[in-house]
């Protein structure tokens, strides 16, 4: 008998797990099945269980996915979109990176078939609004899903173990060619400024296939305070964070990238926004326009390069209550929305 909830995704990044583990509060520990691509680990938690199903192409997943009372989709792009709305079943079609505005494979040919046949959702209200107006969403489908974390993880704040003093540590990927299309992450000059100034930078699940490229590109020759670690699962990687000073969460904006990529990292709310708050240090964000009234609360935006050192160590000395914002920025705070998305596909 098939689970009620299908979870279906290209690769089972942090948004996903932290949706899985919210279905798990609203339906239970076994609801769920897990439909995702080849070459990607998934989450120690459903890998080699019954719970994970890989597919090697969008259609073939079709079949197993009808037989499910809720499929809520992370559609990344049109070859995952397009087999889910030809079947005429409605879903969740939640867009958590909006690769749209990323410049990678528009989802617009699947426009015309959007408002009646799915529930979508997005990770920032710049990125509904507009993804709502290319699309021509109706807001009574459309939703605000913040990529905060679960409390239900770490109940509470972890315990800092091996201080690594003067560090900023930042969790995520960076590129190493700013005309790529994610070129946002390319942060070899800002991050120079800081390296140069003696602050020890850790790159965290920078992409281990690029370490050798990263370190060419963003440490110069004799630089001993650049340190790149493979990432950590998501329940291990705040007890990792907690080491640091300072998380590092922002976008830069290359000439080389078009216009709607740069404005991508103004309109993001991404996962760093709430995470290191939820470790217990302080962030550093930079360019960001939609994440900065969250990030100034638990830390500082700073958009000039120039400035990013001082404002490191003035962000170092803050005295922040995290305990009042983990509770109140935490994905538990969703699971009445979560409810009512759900509901409205399953009708």
């Known amino acids: 008998m098939s689970r009620p909830v299908a979870l279906y995704c290209r690769a089972f990044a942090a948004s996903r797990h932290k949706v899985y583990a919210l279905c798990q509060q609203l339906y239970g520990p076994d609801s769920i099945d897990v439909y995702r691509c080849q070459g990607k680990l998934s989450d120690p938690e459903i890998a080699d269980t019954d719970k994970e199903h890989i597919w090697t192409s969008p259609e073939d997943a079709i079949p197993a996915l009808m037989q499910h009372q809720i499929i809520h989709a992370f559609c990344d792009e049109a070859a995952m979109l397009l087999p889910l709305l030809k079947t005429g079943r409605k879903f969740v079609a939640h867009q958590p990176d909006v690769y749209t505005m990323r410049g990678a494979q ?11 046949k799915t529930v979508s959702v997005f990770p920032s209200e710049s990125c509904r609004r507009y993804m709502r107006k290319k699309l021509h969403l109706p807001k009574k489908d459309t939703y605000v899903f913040k990529a905060m974390p679960v409390l239900a993880w770490q109940p509470e704040l972890p315990k800092p173990k091996d201080h690594v003093s003067n560090s900023l540590v930042y969790a995520g990927y960076v590129t190493t060619d700013p005309a790529a299309p994610n070129g946002f992450r390319y942060f070899a000059d800002i991050f120079r400024k ?29 630089m001993t305070n650049l340190h790149i670690m493979v990432g950590k699962p998501y329940r291990e990687l705040y007890e990792e964070l907690a080491r640091y000073d300072v998380g590092f969460c922002g976008f830069t904006r290359p000439p080389e990238l078009p216009d709607i990529v740069k404005d991508y990292g103004d309109q ?21 326009a939609e994440a900065c009234p969250y990030v100034n609360k638990w830390g500082k935006c700073e ?15 803050m005295n922040i209550d995290y305990e009042r914002w983990r509770h109140e920025y935490c994905a538990e705070t969703q699971l009445q929305m979560l409810r009512e998305i759900h509901m409205r596909v399953a009708q």
């Open 268 to 288: 993001s709310l991404p996962n760093k926004t709430f995470d290191y708050m939820f470790a217990g240090i302080p962030t550093l964000g930079h360019n960001m």
């Open 106 to 116: 528009d989802i617009g040919e699947a426009s015309v078939h959007m408002s009646e």
């Open 303 to 317: 958009s000039d390069p120039d400035k990013l050192v001082d404002t490191f160590y003035e962000v170092q000395k």
């Open 194 to 222: 800081l390296l140069d100034a003696g602050i020890h930078i850790y790159l965290m699940n920078a992409g281990e296939a690029v370490f050798p490229a990263v370190l060419e590109a963003y440490k110069a020759p004799g």
